[in-house]
């Protein structure tokens, strides 16, 4: 019996590192969305542009409406976080 709770206790502890190790390699992984793991607003100083056009594409309509058409009203439809429709 003793020997079987070594062995348990040694796997155990060995997948622990494992996980660990492995959620270390893979935590600095981009996904979809951010397609690069460090945003270009932090490394160059005019990257903030290109990060919400590429982010957020609907600021730019609306910072161009507020400009051309002030104290307007616009109905805004099917817009999605999800895919660029």
């Known amino acids: 019996m003793m020997s079987s709770q070594r062995w348990m206790y040694r796997v155990l502890i060995f997948y622990v590192f494992a996980c660990t190790a492995l959620n270390t390699y893979f935590l ?14 932090a490394v160059f100083p005019r990257g903030e542009g290109r990060y919400l056009e590429e982010s957020a ?3 730019s309509v609306t910072s161009y409406f507020n400009r051309n058409h002030p104290n307007s009203a616009v109905l805004l439809t099917n817009t999605t976080a999800i895919a660029r429709t």
Do not use: A, G, M
Not at 28 to 41: A, G, R, T
């Open 57 to 59: 594409p609907v600021r």
């Open 28 to 41: 600095p992984s981009s996904n979809y969305y951010h397609k690069d793991f460090l945003p270009e607003v």
